[in-house]
């Protein structure tokens, strides 16, 4: 195990790992070690539940058969295969090249940005949104989810809930939200933000919400995710950029457009409460700028 550049321990040597196990694997994780070995340029950008399914196995298996050679789960051994095949610079931005000049490389980060804007209007469900209108304006409370780059998102969408009467809270600490979560009812609606929608903490959160009668709205990139087995309405976003890195960027652009086109919807829906909510809220704000 090496050090990275911070001192801290890395995990490394995935492959030859596999392969000095192999031998001795059961049917399914022989299935996946091969999978995995045979196809590492596919296996950086897809989660646990497209590996599972591509090998006939269940999320479970794979993430055995990841800590059986010492990994953590399957993240890690997305990231330690990453730093093998993939250009180092992308695990800053999947468009850049060492040699970019900053305009280059303002030019592809916005590019990147209004891509992801584009594919995601082609790919959002506007019945699912339609449903998750529906339920937030009929719900009692919301709650919304969200941690490391997606926390910032799920405040955003607390605070412009707030702005137009809703009753929210948002939770972007794992003990907090898995509490929370489980408090919840048949009364409550909640959003779950997760670019990759494998992330152990928010999976668990919506987990639990369901299971205590919540409606479950989930924000997550387009593809098969463990997320999905927990929401009742999915909210697809479409960004470019690969899940083996472990904080988003482009996606939280296109987050931030779905999130403002669910509160100008439920504004729409509800407006005459919206508005009166906003000119109040603006007369306190207004005492806080000079």
Do not use: W
């Amino acid at each position: 195990m090496s050090r990275g550049a911070d001192g801290s321990a890395m995990f490394t040597g995935v492959l030859e790992k596999l392969h000095a196990l192999r031998p001795s694997m059961p049917a399914t994780a022989g299935r996946i070690a091969d999978f995995i070995i045979g196809n590492v340029d596919v296996v950086v950008s897809m989660s646990v539940t497209e590996v599972a399914e591509r090998c006939r196995a269940s999320e479970g298996s794979v993430i055995a058969l990841c800590q059986s050679i010492g990994a953590r789960g399957f993240q890690q051994v997305k990231l330690s295969l990453a730093r093998e095949v993939v250009p180092t610079v992308q695990l800053i931005h999947e468009d850049l090249a060492r040699d970019d000049s900053e305009a280059t490389i303002v030019g592809k980060v916005f590019g990147s940005g209004t891509q992801a804007l584009q594919d995601t209007l082609k790919v959002l469900d506007l019945a699912a949104l339609e449903r998750a209108v529906g339920a937030i304006n009929a719900a009692r409370r919301v709650e919304l989810y969200g941690i490391g780059s997606a926390a910032p998102v799920a405040e955003d969408a607390n605070y412009r809930l707030l702005r137009i009467g809703i009753e929210s809270k948002v939770a972007v600490d794992s003990h907090l939200m898995a509490i929370s979560a489980a408090l919840t009812g048949r009364d409550v609606a909640t959003l779950t933000i997760s670019h990759s929608g494998s992330t152990i903490e928010t999976v668990t959160a919506t987990r639990l919400a369901q299971e205590a009668g919540a409606t479950t709205i989930c924000l997550t990139n387009f593809g098969r995710s463990p997320l999905l087995a927990h929401a009742d309405i999915v909210l697809h976003t479409a960004a470019r950029e690969t899940r083996f890195r472990t904080e988003a960027m482009t996606s939280r652009i296109a987050q931030l457009a779905v999130v403002d086109a669910l509160i100008a919807c439920l504004a729409m829906r509800r407006y005459d409460r919206s508005v009166s909510s906003i000119e109040r809220t603006f007369e306190v704000l207004s005492t806080k700028r000079y």
